[in-house]
């Protein structure tokens, strides 16, 4: 008698065991999507252009369609947008010049990514601020 409780038991422990992980194994897709790109720096100012650069670790090496959003304000009528086709290098990074600003013209640039071989875009990265140079 002992030993069918023991055997139901385990067998009840174990289906309980298995379904927790498949549960948890079913959202490992998604940890990925929740992932973001940041700049990880805007240099080369001018009046008119800069240099942002980005990063996203997870596709170091991996074909990438970048989308940089230049925007003076937060309304989201006055804005840019620059998409490129990029190969991120080894450590997840590229350059992304932007050319066509105004000068001395305070800007929030964000970026976001997908993998060019298909797939959704990430969420965008978090906002930067920069302001251009001053013409000549």
Not at 39 to 68: C, G, M
Not at 106 to 114: A, G, L, P, T
Request: no cysteine; aromatic share 10%.
């Amino acid at each position: 008698m002992k030993i069918n409780f023991l055997k139901n038991n385990l067998a009840g422990l174990l289906l309980i065991l298995f379904a927790a992980v498949f549960v948890a194994g079913s959202f490992v897709p998604y940890a990925h999507a929740a992932a973001k790109p940041s700049i990880k720096d805007i240099s080369k100012k001018t009046s008119t252009s800069l240099t942002v650069t980005v990063k996203y670790k997870t596709w170091a090496k991996k074909k990438v369609k970048v989308t940089v959003i230049v925007d003076v304000d937060k309304t989201k009528k006055n804005f840019k947008k620059f998409t490129s086709n990029e190969t991120l290098n080894k450590d997840g990074e590229e350059d992304i010049k932007i050319f066509g600003l105004k000068p001395d013209t305070k800007y929030r640039i964000k970026v976001k990514m997908k993998r060019r071989s298909g797939g959704s875009w990430t969420k965008y990265s978090d906002v930067k601020k920069v302001t251009t140079e001053k013409s000549d």
